[in-house]
């Protein structure tokens, strides 16, 4: 049994390794625009049951990106029903991951890929619906699109219902100072630290593309409404705790307004949402729509989400206080040792009173001090009383046990202002494009807000293999064979560990908005961005309709 258990942690480091590996290659094909060979890469790696619901999303994602768009509607169509059934968790798959590797259990996408499961869908009904010639096929198409965006919709009203508003946070914000104290006292476990801030709560981007999506089928009530939400979701807090630029508001209002002209609104509303939402620079804007006009849109799908890396901790007792300690790993000067320290600090230094208080009393001072660099877990004299007799404290006594946790490592987005130039009856060459959301920083936000949750699965699941293998290793009657054999086993413990990096890296990591309004005609769009120019061919722009350009750019 014992050999059994130690053997299976070094196949499981073996395992992750390779991964690792494959996904970086794989990622790294996809990042030069080798979408079908970034496919095949992905496909070998990803084809396991607990890794299906990434296979689903991530080819469907290549094949989208190759213009397969059936077979893309297809695969994430999968990913839909996969990611409905994970949404309960598995008990004995959960049980398997904590006993073993946290890569063992299914994986379950976050509420941001589910939203993002559709929002590809739709944009795939889209593009076959501009290729199709038969006029009754298209209008199915059309809308099976904005069923998608129902879909977005739902999923987006079920996280919302679960997560404070940013109505919320902005009255916590402003209530008095002994309710803003309390609820700092509750945050003691938590880290002091109100993860309310970093939930992925609503997405002012998917309800623009909602309200896009209308305004392409004609349903221009529904689109005012959605543009709406949109707009009012960029002003209460989605621009600020995204760091999007102000003006994603003013661009939703402005379309809310051309909706609100389309659907028969009275001038004097139209006139007073003007003046109350549109600084002088939109309002200029807004006087380019005419009549008749076309309009071409362009969806620049910029990057790749970041990937998460692994941090060491080690994990030590410390009696005196009845708690344990969390220390990172000290591995040099690095540009990653240097983010994962940083992370730590950020996430989960000890920066509350009574951490602090255990730390005084541990090391003085000093203690309290050093407490900026460590984490402290603490147990209580009952609870520690339990440990001993289960021998956990003989066990830290021996050696300190490896926690892994996930982490991102920094990051930066592609700053470079992209140019249109339209090349047809109406010369342009336009720089109004817009930045209106950043999955890059909403994953990382997310991220920040479970870290709490992560680190505490990780020790659990830690002590419980170091233990495990303790106690295997104590029945041994040969004194000499026990201690080697405990020494091998913590050693394959110690170098298996690992934290769950899983994520839908195929999705772009920001996405940048042009809508440029053109008398009707034919035109050959170029849009150049940092060096690079995208072309999308002789195009007929026709009156009163739009041109949607799902640009993916992996640059």
């Keep these: 049994m014992r050999w059994f258990f130690l053997c299976l942690s070094i196949s499981f480091l073996a395992g992750c390794a390779t991964y690792k590996q494959d996904i970086d290659a794989g990622l790294s094909l996809a990042k030069e625009g080798e979408w079908k060979k970034a496919e095949d890469k992905l496909e070998g790696v990803l084809d396991n049951s607990q890794d299906k619901l990434l296979y689903y999303m991530e080819i469907g ?16 169509e999968q990913a839909e029903r996969l990611s409905d059934t994970f949404f309960q968790e598995n008990f004995s798959n959960r049980s398997w991951a904590l006993l073993s590797n946290p890569r063992q259990s299914d994986y379950r996408g976050s509420g941001m890929e589910r939203i993002y499961i559709s929002y ?39 996280i919302r219902a679960q997560n404070p508003s940013y109505q919320d946070l902005n009255a916590k914000e402003n209530q008095a100072f002994y309710m803003k104290a309390l609820s700092w006292l509750g945050n003691f476990y938590t880290g002091g630290r109100d993860t309310d ?40 807090g989605y621009a600020k705790q995204y760091d999007l630029p102000s003006t994603t508001a003013e661009r939703a209002w402005l379309d809310t307004i051309r909706m609100m002209q389309k ?55 410390d009696p005196r206080a009845y708690s344990l300690v969390l220390e990172p790993l000290h591995g040099g000067g690095t540009t990653q040792t240097n983010d994962s320290f940083r992370w730590f600090t950020m996430v989960y230094a000890d920066i509350n009173p009574l951490n602090l208080i255990a730390n005084y009393k541990a090391g003085g001072a000093w203690g309290t ?49 992209p140019r249109l130039k339209t090349n047809g009856p109406a010369m342009t060459d336009t720089s109004h494009s817009l930045r209106m959301t950043s999955l890059a920083d909403i994953a990382f936000q997310e991220q920040l807000a479970q870290a709490q949750r992560d680190i505490y699965e990780g020790l659990t699941r830690e002590l419980l293999r170091s233990w495990l ?13 026990s201690l080697i054999l405990n020494l091998i086993g913590q050693v394959a413990v110690f170098a298996s560990s690992a934290a769950d990096t899983r994520n839908w890296l195929t999705l772009p990591a920001q996405v940048r908005l042009t809508r440029e309004p053109l ?36 640059y």
């Design 61 to 76: 994602a290549l094949a989208q990106n190759q213009g397969d768009y059936e077979r893309s509607n297809t695969l994430l």
């Design 120 to 158: 590809l869908k739709s944009m795939n009904y889209l593009a076959l619906a501009e290729q199709e010639k038969n006029t009754a096929k298209k209008r199915q198409l059309n809308d099976a699109a904005v069923v998608e965006v129902r879909r977005i919709d739902i999923k987006l009203n079920e």
């Design 197 to 236: 801030k970093f939930l992925y709560r609503d997405d002012a981007w998917a309800r623009y593309m909602e309200g896009l999506q209308y305004e392409i089928n004609s349903e221009y009530d529904d689109a005012r409404i959605s543009y709406q939400k949109a707009a009012n979701l960029y002003e209460d």
């Design 369 to 417: 001090f050093s407490g900026i660099f460590t984490k402290r877990v603490i147990l209580g004299r009952p609870v520690w009383q339990q440990l001993s007799a289960a021998n956990v404290d003989k066990l830290l006594a021996q050696q300190p046990i490896r926690v892994t946790v996930p982490y991102y490592r920094r990051f930066t987005l592609d700053q470079h202002q």
């Design 263 to 317: 659907g028969g609104f009275s001038q004097s509303e139209i006139q007073q949402k003007i003046k109350d939402k549109l600084s002088p620079d939109m309002q200029e804007t807004l006087k380019q729509y005419h009549t008749g006009d076309a309009e071409l849109v362009i969806l620049e799908h910029q990057g790749f989400i970041p990937d998460k890396s692994e941090m060491t901790l080690l994990l030590f007792s």
């Design 519 to 554: 008398p009707p005609g034919e035109y050959a769009p170029d849009y150049n961005v940092n060096q690079k120019q995208f072309s999308l061919g002789k195009i007929n722009l026709e009156a009163n309709k739009i041109k949607l350009w799902n640009l993916r750019n992996p």
């Design 469 to 481: 293998t303790y106690q295997l290793t104590a029945n041994v009657k040969d004194e000499s064979a």
